[in-house]
């Protein structure tokens, strides 16, 4: 490297280095931003952190082999969650077969087929209200909807399709978000080639957007789970010391069972609230982990 | 002069991108086995004329284009299947594009596509189709690695193994040496050279010395216009009819 003309006389390549007012300033700054950012996420994860503790220290002592598989007893004040934990379960489940498929082909139609016109800016619009929809008022459809007009009674079914009308834009959303990151280039390529959208769309684009498809799948999970509106009128019991046998037999389901043991049952030990809780809330995470560990197995074996 | 067939027959081909004019007017013959190569400046319409030449106007929504376009007898515009069209023409793109898929599932693509489910056929089409394209040596011992882990370089020669191994009749090389180092340019023109035996290939390039040293005939396209054909040669020794066209083979323009 050489010095130019106006170094004035000054060289070695110590001072060469040396920092300039605008590369202190520019050092603070990032610094400045590195600890608040750090800070915003330290504040995101203290609830989590205290809600856990809480649940833990409270409901730990509650959590046994006798209370996770038993039925409640003594008007549910007593006993256990056995026929809450299988339910919800089955919710999550059902509700995952009807969303999942129809998101995804949805997000697929809408990123890789649809051109761009009112009509599908209108479906976009659409979805995005959907999200915004409050869950009772998912609640009052599912009642039209799946109890009375399909016919299915208070059933599993019932509940389960009104969870997953309220979680599709969920998945809508993730699914076409992770086919749109998806190069151009790579559909390009493929269609140079001969191939059909489908073909193009079967080979390299769904092996490359399928994590950002489980995203959508893990958020909706935690919502299903957690969610007592949509399931109080559609399917959901207040007592019902029966495992499901079928999706048209109706149940109970944990966030369920919080609330009515909360609110409605007089007597019912803080000890037992806190334990339902943190099932609850290691069943979703549990459930979430797995998707995760399968996600990131996923992106192991793909990348560019 | 020998007969030759024609190949690829364009009569005056006009390409609009909304309103904007990118190509108007173009006819030109491309003939059976010589390389045709397209130089001009950038924005003068050589990849938008590359794109018309397999229907990629169709995935488009704001590229129009009318004209006629004949391949090997039969007008492309009447050609319902354009799947079997963009099968027998291979294109390289300027860039490397390296599916994430790994380099033997890159290359066997599209012979899958078409059908071809014959394990051994696919490796010796995967074999031939990688030393063609002078990748061969270097990928030999890891065929199932990602294509798109691989250099710019070498992805850029993965990629022309690809359009290889559609087979084709017609290979549309769009600036395929930008990502390239020069020892390896020059191994993928050699291949070329022996290609045209067999095939036809129209060769996209910024680079003139590359232009004269492969192709046959040459167009110079300039601002959206075909300025002029000739035999590659004669333009080069100054036979030119336009005199910009000598301006740009020389390098004096703008
Ligand atoms: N997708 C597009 N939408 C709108 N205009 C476009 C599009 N693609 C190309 N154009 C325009 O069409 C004209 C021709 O572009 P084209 O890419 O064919 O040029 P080129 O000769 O290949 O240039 P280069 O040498 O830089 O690759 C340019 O004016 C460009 O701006
Ligand atoms: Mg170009």
Redesign the pocket.
Known sequence: MTHSEGDGGVSGPSLMFAATPLNTRNHRLQWLFRALFGLMTLILVVPVGIIFGVLLVRGGPAISFEFLFSYPSDGMTAGGIWPALVGTIWLVAVSLVASVPVGVAAAIYLSEYASDSWLTRGINLAIINLAGVPSIVHALFGVGAFVIFAGFGTSILAASLTLAVMTLPLVIVATRESLQAVPMAFREACWNMGATRWQTIRTVVLPNAISGILTGVILSVSRTAGETAPIMFTGAAFFFPFLPTSVFDQTMAMAMHLFVISTAVPGAPDELKYGTALTLITLVLLMNAGSIWFRSYLRGKKKW | MVVTDVKLAVRDLNIL??S?Q?LSGVSLDVHEHEIFGII??????????LRTLNRMEML?E??TVDGSIVFDGHDISEIKNVYALRRRIGVVF?LPVGLPLSIYDNVALAPRLSGIKDKSALDEIVEQCLMRAALWDEVKDRLDVLGSLLSGGQQQRLTIARALSQDPELLLLD?FSIAVDPVTTMRIEDVLKELKEEITIIL?T?LVQQARRLADRTAF?LD?KLIEVGETEALFSGEVKDRRTLDYLEGRFG
């Open positions: 991108y909304g904007q990118a001009g400046p950038a924005g003068s319409g050589k990849t938008s004329f488009q704001n590229m300027p600036e996209v910024n396209f959206g």
